[in-house]
């Protein structure tokens, strides 16, 4: 057999790409040549970064090894990006959350090995751990990583990569992080935002660290966390439970940790004096979005840092859709689980057209309204309306219903669709004509409602309830859209 013969016998058996361990939705080639780059330097006196690598595609980084980690920032680059996709503290990336001393850290994506022991033995030892990151980073044409810090600060890295030939085909996904910190994170009822992106991708993981500050009750009854997907094109939503729920644990935290899920650091002084720091990643059931997505958490008052890692293919955005940009919204009405009461008008139906004054009288109960303003063409319920005397996490309030109002501009008389995502029931009028009712029992649901807009603003009134009924009794959100 020929040489030539051997190698296409060779190529025949071996397939093309392989799923990466740690991320299976990244499809990485075969055929490479394995390369290195090891740095030592130190942050120039002038305050600029430090590179760390430099790289030209195309190519994947497989593995980083980074020594110092303490007061630097981590920036990555790829494919000449305008702005960095990932640009967070180097630590927190690691998921050494709050400003906490290194703490050993094991997952599928990163693993952080502080030298405590030595560092006991000598004091000339600092004990700096090594960060060990196995998230994949692909790159078409080139891909620098850098590292911001103090000046002369030392630090130290290996890159491992892959190079391959011109001209493969390589995954359009590339690495993002996005890093938030909240000294001190909004009340109880409430949520911050984690992550918020327009385009094609998915949601590779994330990480939490909390220092508690309300001690009224335990650090993880903050209602869990919601992902809104895809408002513009395909409305449809991941919804939390709490937050030990949400990261695979049962009744609070311990220190376990997978592949998949775990808790590097808890420290627990009791029932509700507790801090942590907790992960989740997504490798079996990657969360996918393909044109926007909106990462919540529920917070209660504590101190909270969280960074989410996701891929998108560059140049990828959500298409621009009309959506009313602002909403008004109030309630609560009783009795909503009941499709005779829920079809019982209300004091909002009696008004007239026009934007409602900072409160509503319903008998002897004075309703405030609350002005929102639309998130990918959602908005968000939840979090206005929870179970105020619940003790222990905020539910969504369940068998009631509520209004909200906005207003719609069309440049003229013309025929349009509604294209309507509610959980759960709703009514529906348009310029004070009942034109819908959407009645369904599971949860998210949308709807196309054909409508007759007039030139200038035209007022949508709904009135939306949230019912006990699974799958998503502590969803309650809707996402509204005009179609030609």
């Known amino acids: 057999m020929t040489a030539h013969a051997e190698e296409s016998r060779i190529r025949a058996t071996v397939p093309e790409t392989f799923q990466d361990p740690a991320v299976p939705m990244i499809a990485l080639p075969t055929a490479f040549t394995s390369q290195r780059v090891n ?10 970064a430090a590179d760390v690598a430099e790289l030209k595609g195309p190519g994947c980084i497989r593995h980083v090894w980074i020594l110092h980690g303490n007061e630097m920032t981590l920036e990555i680059l790829v494919d000449d990006a305008e702005e960095p996709q990932v640009l967070a503290p180097l630590k927190s990336f690691f998921g050494v959350m709050q400003d906490r001393d290194p703490y050993h850290v094991n997952c599928c994506a990163y693993t952080v090995l502080p030298n405590t022991v030595a560092a006991a033995k000598d004091p000339a030892i600092p004990g700096d751990p090594g960060y060990n990151l196995y998230l994949p980073i692909p790159f078409r044409t080139s891909c620098r990583i850098r590292v911001h810090g103090p000046k002369g600060k030392r630090i130290g890295a290996m890159i491992d990569w892959h190079k391959y030939n011109e001209g493969v085909a390589l995954t359009p996904y590339r690495l993002h992080a996005a890093h938030r910190r909240h000294t001190t994170a909004p009340e109880r009822g409430s949520f911050i935002e984690m992550a918020n ?26 209602g869990g966390t919601t992902i809104l997907l895809d408002g513009e094109t395909n409305p449809h939503a991941i919804r939390g439970c709490n937050v030990e729920d949400d990261y695979g644990f049962t009744w609070g935290f311990n220190n376990y940790q997978t592949r998949w899920i775990g808790c590097p650091q808890h420290d627990n002084r009791g029932r509700c004096d507790q801090d942590g720091v907790f992960y989740r990643f997504f490798g079996p059931d990657p969360i996918a979005f393909q044109s926007s997505m909106s990462f919540r ?36 009405f009783p009795g909503a689980d009941d499709w005779g009461t829920f079809q019982k008008p209300e004091l909002v139906e009696r008004l007239p057209l026009g934007p409602w004054p900072e409160e509503l009288r319903h008998g002897d109960d004075v309703l405030p309204v609350s002005a929102l303003s639309s998130d990918h063409a959602w908005i968000d319920l939840q979090n206005l309306f929870f179970a105020r005397e619940h003790t222990a996490t905020p539910v969504t309030a369940t ?19 509604l294209r309507l995502a509610v959980d759960d029931w709703c009514r529906v009028w348009l310029n004070g004509e009942h034109v819908a009712d959407l009645r369904h029992e599971d949860g998210l649901e949308t709807a ?24 998503n009794n502590r969803l309650w959100v809707l996402s509204c859209v005009v179609e030609a």
């Open 399 to 417: 068998g009631q219903s509520a209004y909200a109002r906005t207003s719609i501009d069309s440049e003229s008389n013309r025929a349009a669709t």
């Open 197 to 222: 992106e327009t385009g094609r991708g998915f949601i590779a993981g994330f990480v939490t660290g909390y220092v508690q500050k309300n001690q009224a009750d335990m650090v993880f009854h903050t």
């Open 448 to 471: 196309a409602i054909p409508v007759t807009l007039r030139q200038g603003a035209n007022e949508l009134l709904l009135k939306t309830n949230n019912t006990t009924t699974p799958p």
């Open 297 to 332: 958490a529920g917070c209660r008052g504590d101190d909270m840092e969280t960074v989410v890692y996701y891929y998108k293919i560059a140049g990828t955005r959500a298409p621009e859709v009309v959506t009313p940009s602002q909403w008004q919204v109030t309630g609560l």
């Open 39 to 48: 740095t030592g330097a130190s942050i120039p006196d002038d305050g600029s």
